[in-house]
Structure formats: C-alpha cells, structure tokens
C-alpha cells in the first residue's frame, strides 16, 4: 500500500520560505509525477507543481516564480519550497501521486500540512 | 483553456441519483478524475478515466463525458455521499493541472 508522509513546518512569517517534504513508501517512485495541491481554508484545490523521478518539472504558472520543487530519488522523497509567502499563502498542503495515463489521475494522497501564515 | 466549471452546490434525496457536471475546453482533450473531500480529510479519487472507479469506491459511482463535459453520477446516494466532489484534468497544453472549483454535495 503506497503512503505518502508530510513532514516540514507549519508555522511562518510573512516573507519567509515555506519548506515541506513528502516520503514514499510502499511503491515504486519511478514512472510517476509527484505533485503539490494546495487548499486554503474553505476553498477549492489548487495545483502547484509537479515533479517526476528524473527531474523533470511542470510548475502552475500563477506560482512558478515563487515555487521550487525538487526530488530526492535517494530518499524516495520530494520537496517543495515556497518563497516569499503572505497571508495569501495559508493553506493545507498536499503531496499526491498522479500516474501518466488515461486521465492523469492522482491516485494516492499525503494527509495534508496545515501551513499558517502570522508575524 | 484553463478553467474547469462546476456548479458550487447540488442536493439529492436519500436514495436517489445525482449528477454531478464539470464543463471546460480542456475535456475535450483529456478525461475527468473526480474526488470527494470530507472535511478535514484528504480527497479521495472516486472516479478516473473513461469511467473506472479505484478498488474500494462503490459502484454506485459512475462516470461519463460528452464533448466538453464530464459528469460524476451517484446512483442511489447515501448520507456517507455528502461531502465536496472536485474534478480535474490536464489543460490543454497537457503540462499543468486544473481543478474544478468544486460542488458541495448535500444529501437530504
């Protein structure tokens, strides 16, 4: 059973950098893009980016400024750093696995980090 | 295009069937997936692909697609159906993600 576990911290300041992990376990890490969603309280989902076992990457193109995502093959484990972030930038975070076929589907889902925004 | 639409709130009867709408360009160049979210959970896939449903999601679950709408219908809905349904696919250049903005489901 494929298990993907968050890790990284969920309380910041404004302009800090958000900097979050997910781990894989349980599948294969290759042969998958691995993704960030993002959903602030009480709305809808929002892609970030994406990233695959060899490091090719595809960024939402309202974030790709601020966003990096990166992947540690390693650890079967990928990364997202968030800079510069606002009030705008509170949400819970979400690594999910998508498999590149058919309808793209993501198919296995990180519990979610709830990342807070406060000075 | 890259949008996808969905109406923001629909209601069924217990027992009753519900379909769920998400229109955009981008359906005409790639299938729907479709998640339900309960509060303070993790979206669940219910529904990806022409119309195949992960192991565990019950076959009350369907899906189907016409031009550039996919639909998600639950054929005899259960108070457990009540939740948020998101669908999404690739735009249409196939390298991003979109998200539909979501319906809320209420069963009465």
């Known amino acids: 059973q494929v298990q993907l576990q968050q890790g990284g911290a969920g309380l910041l300041k404004p302009s800090e950098t958000l900097s979050l992990t997910c781990a894989v376990y349980g599948g294969p890490f290759s042969g998958y893009y691995w993704n960030w969603i993002r959903q602030p309280p009480g709305k809808g989902l929002e892609w970030i980016g994406e990233i695959n076992h060899s490091g090719s990457i595809n960024y939402n193109p309202s974030l790709k400024s601020r966003v990096t995502i990166s992947v540690d093959t390693s650890k079967n484990q990928f990364s997202l750093k968030l800079s510069s972030v606002t009030a705008a930038d509170m949400a819970v975070y979400y690594c999910a696995r998508v498999a590149r076929s058919g309808s793209y589907p993501f198919d296995y889902w990180g519990p979610g980090t709830l990342v807070t925004v406060s000075s | 295009s890259s949008e996808l639409t969905q109406d923001p709130a629909v209601s069924v009867a217990l027992g009753q069937t519900v379909r769920i709408t998400c229109q955009g360009d981008?359906?005409?160049?790639?299938?729907a997936s479709w998640y339900q979210q309960k509060p303070g959970q993790a979206p669940v896939l219910v529904i990806y692909g022409k119309n195949n449903r992960p192991s565990g999601i019950p076959d009350r679950f369907s899906g189907s697609s016409s031009g550039n709408t996919a639909s998600l219908t639950i054929t005899g809905a259960q108070a457990e159906d009540e939740a948020d349904y998101y669908c999404n696919s690739r735009d249409s250049s196939g390298n991003h993600v979109i998200f539909g903005g979501g319906t809320k489901l209420t069963v009465l």
């Open positions: 981008s359906l005409r160049s790639y299938d």
